[in-house]
């Protein structure tokens, strides 16, 4: 059985290998080639002449990558026509389609889906609303026609898999068949991660580090928040703190802030790193940050947990269902205070053991073994449906 996966993700493409920055390695795509014998990947994609050493292989026995035409700026416009044939032709030969949304060539597959009546799933992973509306000005506009079509689309899909366990069906409900489950890929987590943790609280005594992993050029993923924060605790003398950055991206908007607020000595920019990479640095972070205002369920904070990491965040979509209420604040212009409170509660061994012990417990519903049957067996389902659809279309030619 032929699958179509659409979704705007950019595949890296060097000597004929593809390549992810971590988002749809070859270890996820083989969540669908476990159930599916061909894939097809309908993408944007990049030729790169030097590989980079924080991309991952995405190339995987069973899938098929199809480039479709970037048509997602005014530049590249007049490249619709050709990416919705290039999306026409793969969806009409497919038995069936998941489309991860939201994303430009997901809402075209799903729409090519409807009319060539091939059956199709939609993996709900955030919500439009939230990242176009905290972006710009020109996303302010755009943000309530995506709402609209993302609700539209979500409610009349037969099969939808949300990664949030309440907010994003709060916000997108369906009238098809529906699971939650999170796109977080963790490993056995181990009791010695835990035990390693404590000891570094324990005898921990100076530098505090901070540790957020997300894009460096986009404003709604909140770091400028927790920069802004740093200046309000060096107001009252406290300086002990060192916020890192893990991420890809133009970094100039969140330096010109911590210069602003003179605490550029106290922010430090990693750059991006490959994601086995990631766990090693966070070996060296006391406390984990999602400070965004766009998000589904963030796998960066959930891998964070894993690494028995406190943390605290922003009252954005999944955030608050993975971490205690004690520790969110709200998505305001003025949250600094409310930052600097938490910081402050943190500042406090017990309160980080206490924490630090709940994050790894919680941590380990998202392991491979749990959610993997989970989402296993809801594609097996969506299979079945597709193929009894099939036999019903061949008897009625």
Same mark, same amino acid.
């Given at each position: 059985?032929?699958?179509?996966?659409?979704?705007?993700?950019?595949?890296?493409?060097?000597?004929?290998?593809?390549?992810?920055?971590?988002?749809?390695?070859?270890? $996820?795509? %083989?969540?669908?080639?476990?159930?599916?014998?061909?894939?097809?990947?309908?993408?944007?994609?990049?030729?790169?002449?030097?590989?980079?050493? @924080?991309?991952?292989?995405?190339?995987?026995?069973?899938?098929?990558?199809?480039?479709?035409? #970037?048509? /997602?700026?005014?530049?590249?416009? @007049?490249?619709?026509?050709?990416?919705?044939?290039?999306? *026409? =032709?793969?969806?009409?030969?497919?038995?069936?389609?998941?489309? *991860?949304?939201?994303?430009?060539?997901?809402?075209?597959?799903?729409?090519?889906?409807?009319?060539?009546?091939?059956?199709?799933?939609?993996?709900?992973?955030?919500? !439009?609303?939230?990242?176009?509306?905290?972006?710009?000005?020109?996303?302010?506009?755009?943000?309530?026609?995506?709402?609209? *079509?993302? /609700?539209?689309?979500?409610?009349?899909?037969?099969?939808?898999?949300?990664?949030?366990?309440?907010?994003?069906? &709060? &916000?997108? !409900?369906?009238?098809?068949?529906?699971?939650?489950?999170?796109?977080?890929?963790?490993?056995?987590?181990?009791?010695?991660?835990? /035990?390693?943790?404590?000891?570094?609280?324990?005898?921990?005594?100076?530098?505090?580090?901070?540790?957020?992993?997300?894009?460096?050029?986009?404003?709604?993923?909140?770091?400028?928040?927790?920069?802004?924060?740093?200046?309000?605790?060096?107001? /009252?003398?406290?300086?002990?703190?060192?916020?890192?950055?893990?991420?890809?991206?133009?970094?100039?908007?969140?330096?010109?802030?911590?210069?602003?607020?003179?605490?550029?000595?106290?922010?430090?920019?990693?750059? !991006?790193?490959?994601? #086995?990479?990631?766990?090693?640095?966070? %070996?060296?972070?006391?406390?984990?940050?999602?400070?965004? &205002?766009?998000?589904?369920?963030?796998?960066?904070?959930?891998?964070?947990?894993?690494?028995?990491? !406190?943390?605290?965040?922003?009252?954005?979509?999944?955030?608050?269902?993975?971490?205690?209420?004690?520790?969110?604040?709200?998505?305001?212009?003025?949250?600094?205070?409310?930052?600097?409170?938490?910081?402050?509660?943190?500042?406090?061994?017990?309160?980080?053991?206490? %924490?630090? =012990? &709940? @994050?790894?417990?919680?941590?380990?519903?998202?392991?491979?073994? $749990?959610?993997?049957? *989970?989402? @296993?067996?809801?594609? =097996?389902?969506?299979?079945?449906?597709?193929?009894?659809?099939?036999?019903?279309?061949?008897?009625?030619?």
């Amino acid at each position: 059985m032929r699958l179509v996966f659409a979704h705007d993700h950019i595949f890296y493409k060097h000597e004929e290998r593809y390549y992810s920055t971590g988002g749809l390695s070859s270890d $996820v795509l %083989q969540r669908y080639t476990n159930v599916f014998k061909e894939v097809v990947i309908l993408s944007r994609q990049k030729e790169i002449d030097v590989y980079q050493d @924080n991309l991952t292989l995405a190339s995987t026995p069973g899938v098929r990558f199809v480039e479709v035409p #970037n048509f /997602k700026n005014w530049k590249n416009l @007049n490249q619709i026509i050709s990416a919705k044939e290039v999306i *026409r =032709k793969e969806v009409l030969s497919a038995d069936s389609l998941i489309a *991860r949304l939201p994303s430009s060539i997901g809402n075209l597959a799903v729409k090519e889906a409807i009319k060539q009546d091939v059956p199709y799933l939609l993996e709900v992973v955030a919500c !439009p609303w939230d990242s176009l509306w905290n972006h710009s000005n020109l996303g302010k506009v755009i943000a309530p026609f995506s709402y609209s *079509r993302m /609700k539209k689309n979500v409610k009349k899909a037969p099969y939808v898999l949300y990664v949030t366990s309440e907010f994003l069906q &709060r &916000r997108y !409900p369906t009238e098809g068949i529906s699971t939650n489950c999170s796109n977080v890929n963790l490993n056995l987590i181990h009791q010695e991660t835990q /035990k390693e943790r404590l000891k570094r609280i324990e005898t921990s005594d100076g530098k505090i580090v901070l540790g957020t992993t997300a894009a460096l050029n986009v404003k709604s993923k909140g770091q400028q928040y927790i920069i802004k924060a740093l200046s309000k605790l060096k107001e /009252k003398g406290i300086t002990n703190y060192e916020y890192q950055l893990v991420g890809a991206g133009d970094n100039s908007y969140l330096k010109t802030i911590a210069e602003k607020y003179n605490v550029r000595n106290q922010v430090k920019f990693i750059g !991006p790193l490959k994601h #086995n990479k990631v766990f090693e640095w966070l %070996q060296d972070v006391d406390i984990y940050i999602q400070p965004s &205002r766009q998000e589904g369920l963030p796998r960066a904070l959930v891998e964070a947990m894993s690494m028995a990491l !406190p943390a605290f965040g922003a009252n954005t979509a999944g955030i608050p269902e993975l971490l205690d209420k004690e520790f969110i604040f709200r998505n305001t212009s003025y949250n600094f205070d409310e930052i600097l409170d938490i910081l402050l509660k943190l500042n406090d061994k017990k309160v980080l053991k206490e %924490q630090s =012990k &709940r @994050n790894f417990l919680e941590s380990k519903k998202y392991q491979f073994d $749990v959610l993997g049957k *989970r989402r @296993n067996d809801f594609f =097996k389902d969506f299979k079945n449906y597709s193929s009894i659809r099939k036999k019903k279309d061949e008897i009625n030619d």
